[in-house]
């Protein structure tokens, strides 16, 4: 095996990529990492860091290009941590993330079944209906961007390709706004100064746009000034929120909301269904792939009216209440009270009377369901990017539903759930990934499992 050291130059070619969306290349036996790399690149690299088993490259020269690398279209990358392929074809991209849930689910889960399908995004760009933009000071006026990969140093930036035009020119008005009163910026490092974070959200169907300014103070300045100019902006803002966040933290958002102007709520709609979103609801960011991504899970469901439905870790109520009508009967559970304050709501505003939701942990609160008497025809998980707790696990094999519908952003934890629940006779029958996030590394899974 090579020793590397910081400073060498030396020459690869690009034949991997990772889960974070960097090159993999290989140099006498040592791997070697390399950020903004593309398949089939042949590159003159620089090494930044070593390891006994690994090295890190920085792109020196890129002495011929793989097929899938282009042009990046945005200024600030990759400066700018937001986005990881946009040196790559979206076509290219799509190959390298299909590959990446293949491969976990067959080195790690076991299986040896590939995706169904791939569901690209029409639209890769302006899919964002959700920013939290960081604002800093440059030259002693207010800026606004994103932060640098693995740092909170703030990319200015004029707009971001991800995101609807409108928010960056709310962003533009916010930055205004402050160079013209005494609301100072935050300071992680001291915890002092008022403003901390431009919070944005836009409902795609109805076009409504909610403004929510995070502060460490109980409102703004100047308050009534900010909503006449964020008002003006455009008839689409239909809510201006002021969220309270004293706590020393990088947490963004406080627990306490209070609304400025307008309404409390801004409304969307996926597969049919309505539902209101408070700036503390979960809300997948991509509309048009999170409507595709329910209706490949309600499709893998195969409800007829007959089957009771189990949704665990269900957030706001979005998949299940998509999937209610074609249910005997819902239960959703959810640990964050104001997710299923949400839930609740969303079912009553659709007039959906079979859904029931209670809040707690995903396993306790759906054991004591099963010992009320009742047992789940179908069972959806959809968990955080950690996958479903042992206990889940456990709780998923007992109770031995008809079919598993298992929702992930992350496809090792899927794996790795897969072949747990291989090991009690569960079988992985397909699964279909979906780009709900063009251009960044993060991609979602849908899969389906019955037992044997």
Known sequence: MATLKKNDVIQVDIDGMTAEGSGVAHYEGMAVFIPNAAPGDTAEVIIIKTSKNYAVGRIKRIIK?????????????PKCGGCTFRHLEYPEECR??????????????????????????????????????????????????????????????????????????IAQATAHFLNDTSNDLYDEMTGRG?????????????????????????????EEEFVRRIRAVSPEI???????????????????CRTAWGSETIRDMLCGVTFEISPL??????????????????????????QVLFDLYCGTGTIGLTMASKARALYGVEIIPDAVDNAVRNAALNGITNAHFV???????????KE????????????????????????????????????????????????????????????????MFPRTANVETVALLSHK
């Not at 290009?65 to 990358?77: I, L, M, Q, T, V």
């Not at 889960?109 to 590939?114: C, F, H, M, N, Y």
Request: contains cysteine; hydrophobic residues 35%; charged residues 30%.
């Open 65 to 77: 290009a793989g097929k899938g690398r282009c042009e990046p279209d945005c200024p600030s990358y």
């Open 96 to 169: 390298v993330k299909r590959q990446r849930v293949n491969d976990a689910m067959k080195r790690i889960g076991g299986v040896e079944i590939e995706a169904e399908e791939f569901i690209p995004a029409d639209e890769p760009d302006r899919y964002r209906n959700k920013a939290q933009i960081p604002f800093g000071s440059e030259k002693g006026q207010a800026v606004f961007g994103f932060y640098a990969e693995r740092s909170h140093r703030i990319i200015p930036f004029t707009d971001c390709l991800l995101q609807p035009e409108i928010f960056s020119v």
């Open 194 to 222: 008022r403003f901390r974070h431009l919070y944005i959200r836009r409902a795609f169907a109805t076009g409504e746009v909610m403004v929510c300014a995070v502060v460490n103070a109980n409102g703004l300045v100047r």
């Open 238 to 256: 239909k809510s201006i929120v002021i969220n309270v966040n004293r706590e020393k933290t990088n947490v963004i958002m406080g627990n306490k």
């Open 281 to 306: 609801s979960f809300y997948q960011v991509n509309r048009a792939q999170a409507e595709r991504l329910y209706q490949k899970a309600a499709e893998y469901a195969g409800l007829d009216g007959r």
């Open 359 to 369: 809040c707690g942990d995903a396993h306790d609160k759906a054991q004591k369901l």
């Open 372 to 435: 009320q008497g009742i047992q789940p025809d179908v069972v959806i998980v959809d968990p955080p990017r950690k996958g479903c707790s042992e206990a889940t696990v456990e709780f998923l094999d007992k109770t031995s539903p008809e079919k598993i519908i298992y929702i992930s952003c992350d496809p090792a934890t899927l794996a790795r759930d897969v072949a747990r629940l291989k090991t009690s006779g569960w079988q992985l029958i397909k699964f279909t990934v979906v780009d």
